[in-house]
């Protein structure tokens, strides 16, 4: 592959080049801008196209059919060309910043030179000119995609100031791509980390989401905390720091957490997994007592693991369901399976756990594992255990309240009142059946419940 700062004209998809003719024809340039571009000078897939032009919102509008207007007020629609959607945005100036996270006016620049200037980062800020696809390159940004290097186009402090998102940004670049912070925007961020408060928890929660998303996320993390971000944005994470496992493993608490999250990154594991990898510990600065000899114990730490985990995913404002899953995966990432588990106390685990959260807490526990010895985990690890799992699965035994024989209507019918003791008996049922199987008949539940209800009022 040529390298990125001798290439002077990018190779363009042939729906581009239509595309761009339609433009043309209207007498409108059009460019393509953004991640595909540097995307594709590093010789990698670029997911989406982004394209800047001199046309208008309403201009594109007229030329094309069915333009839906996704964000007008900064000049942005979307066009359905043979059933891609492609972001158009009008070339643009940005006026003064004053809040530290939005332009205060939105204005047309005269030129691509310009539009180029008010984006981030060099290696964000080459465009090829459509449809040959020459490149117009004024940061230099070719030559820090081959360098493998984010640098702000313009003073780093300056950049910051308007939008203090772009710090984090830049982390989540270096997590994506496997760059380095330029030395002068990482003093920037370091000196005034306090920039990223203006910024709204869900834009944060986009670049969080990005980084956990990629194929290193303490890449980002580590810089985060080398300039002060982790403990403004993170601090239960930052806390984990120096917190020794001696007895244990070698590593603190923090880096556990990161090797974990890398772990599950690497694997592909889904978003919930990831988070709880790095989440799974979070209670042990709290839980920490030292022994006699020197042990460090943890008693109890994944309860406030899994409390924190739902603190800092409420502030991110995660959906709920996400929010339950991998606090549960936290609160249950302690299971210690020994062959000398009965079948009831298999039944039980599955029970608690659910049957649909075994795969993510088999990854999850890979992860820890991984991340404690340093070493890939035995391909052996936890087969004895899906053995039984499965066995117990087949056997089509009673696991939940609605494979009981019995039901609630069955128990009001047998004189037995609605309200909260129905609740407490049916779940008495169901961990007599776990234990013993051969007890889901009607008959033998119906028997039971009576006596509990007699015993209770
Ligand atoms: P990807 O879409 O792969 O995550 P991208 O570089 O396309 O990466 P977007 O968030 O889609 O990122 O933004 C498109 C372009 O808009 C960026 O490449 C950059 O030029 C510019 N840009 C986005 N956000 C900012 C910002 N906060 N400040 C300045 N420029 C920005
Ligand atoms: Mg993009």
């Known amino acids: 592959m040529r390298t990125a700062s001798k290439i002077n004209r990018i190779s363009v998809p042939p729906l581009l080049r239509e595309l761009a003719a339609v433009f043309n024809a209207h007498g409108k340039q059009v460019f393509l801008v953004g991640g595909a571009v540097r995307d594709t000078l590093r010789g990698a897939k670029s997911a989406d196209w982004d394209l800047a032009s001199d046309a208008l919102p309403a201009d594109v509008m007229r030329i094309f059919p069915g333009v839906i207007p996704t964000g007008i007020k900064h000049g942005t629609v979307t066009v359905r060309y043979k059933k891609h959607s492609i972001e158009v945005t009008a070339l643009r100036a940005d006026g003064g910043y004053t809040d530290g996270r939005h332009p205060d006016s939105v204005s047309c620049a005269s030129s691509i030179e310009e539009d180029l200037a008010r984006r981030d980062f060099t290696i964000n800020a080459v465009a090829a000119v459509l449809p040959e696809g020459r490149v117009i390159d004024p940061f230099g940004g070719r030559a820090d995609i081959e360098k493998k290097l984010i640098r702000c186009v313009g003073r780093a402090a300056d950049r910051l100031n308007e939008d203090g998102l772009r710090a984090l940004r830049a982390f989540r670049f270096a997590s994506q791509l496997g760059f380095d912070i330029d030395g002068e925007l990482l003093s920037a961020i370091k000196e005034r980390p306090a920039m990223v408060n203006p910024v709204s928890m869900e834009r944060v929660k986009a670049e969080f989401d990005k980084i956990v998303a990629s194929g290193k996320p303490s890449a980002a993390l580590l810089y985060m905390e080398r300039c002060g ?108 399976y020994t062959d000398d588990w009965s079948a009831g106390a298999v039944r039980r685990f599955l029970r608690r756990v659910g049957v649909e959260n075994i795969a993510p807490l088999f990854d999850l526990r890979r992860a820890d594992s991984f991340a404690s010895s340093g070493k890939e985990p035995p391909p052996e690890l936890l087969l004895d255990f899906r053995d039984r799992i499965a066995s117990v699965l087949e056997a089509g035994r009673a696991l939940s309240l609605k494979d009981l024989a019995v039901n609630g209507r069955d128990l009001l019918a047998a004189g037995i009142q609605g309200g909260k003791s129905m609740g407490l008996i049916l779940n008495s049922l169901l961990e007599a059946v776990l234990e013993d199987p051969e007890m889901n008949s009607r008959g033998k539940l119906l028997e039971m419940a009576k006596k509990l209800y007699d015993r209770a009022v």
Request: hydrophobic letters at 40%; charged letters at 25%; glycine letters at 6%.
């Open 229 to 336: 971000l982790l403990e403004l944005l993170m601090p239960e994470l930052f806390l984990c720091r120096g917190v020794e496992q001696k007895g244990r493993h070698r590593f603190d608490v923090l880096t556990h957490s990161l090797l974990a999250c890398d772990y599950a990154a690497g694997r592909g594991y889904r978003r919930t997994v990831r988070l709880a990898a790095l989440f799974h510990d979070l209670g042990k600065p709290a839980a920490a007592k030292r022994g006699d000899d020197g042990v460090w114990t943890f008693h109890n730490h994944e309860t406030l693991s899994a409390d924190i985990t739902r603190a800092i995913m409420t502030r991110l404002r995660y959906p709920n369901a996400e929010i339950d899953e991998t606090t549960h995966l936290v609160r249950e990432h302690m299971f210690n």
